[in-house]
């Protein structure tokens, strides 16, 4: 099953999963795209990977790791980030994904 993952704004689309990255309209947001085909999310080693790839896109998205910065501009993006990920693993709804999220 061919899925994908874009960082946009929390609304579930046919096939894909969308995460806010930040207050505004949706015109306004960055999209982060990554492709979930061919792995088994229900396996232990499949759930891993596309944990990864939703952290990553979500640190992407919302400017995580943009060089040198304040504490004051870091930390919204972490929260930036860590809601985007809460989102798309409530999306998506895989329980093994899930599982990964609440461990953390």
Same mark, same amino acid.
Request: proline residues 3%.
């Given at each position: 099953?061919?899925?994908?993952?874009?960082?946009?704004?929390?609304?579930?689309?046919?096939?894909?999963?969308?995460?806010?990255?930040?207050?505004?309209?949706? $015109?306004?947001?960055?999209?982060?795209?990554?492709?979930?085909?061919?792995?088994?999310?229900?396996?232990?080693?499949?759930?891993?990977?596309?944990?990864?790839?939703? $952290?990553?896109?979500?640190?992407?998205?919302?400017?995580?790791?943009?060089?040198?910065?304040?504490?004051?501009?870091? $930390?919204?993006?972490?929260?930036?980030?860590?809601?985007?990920?809460?989102?798309?693993?409530?999306?998506?709804?895989?329980?093994?994904?899930?599982?990964?999220?609440?461990?953390?």
């Amino acid at each position: 099953m061919k899925r994908s993952f874009i960082a946009l704004a929390a609304v579930a689309l046919s096939g894909a999963i969308v995460l806010p990255a930040s207050a505004g309209s949706a $015109e306004e947001v960055p999209t982060r795209t990554v492709s979930l085909a061919g792995i088994d999310m229900h396996s232990e080693a499949g759930a891993k990977i596309v944990y990864q790839r939703i $952290e990553n896109a979500a640190d992407r998205v919302c400017r995580v790791n943009t060089g040198r910065r304040s504490l004051r501009e870091i $930390e919204p993006a972490k929260a930036c980030a860590e809601n985007a990920v809460d989102v798309a693993v409530k999306t998506l709804n895989v329980d093994e994904v899930t599982a990964l999220h609440t461990a953390k």
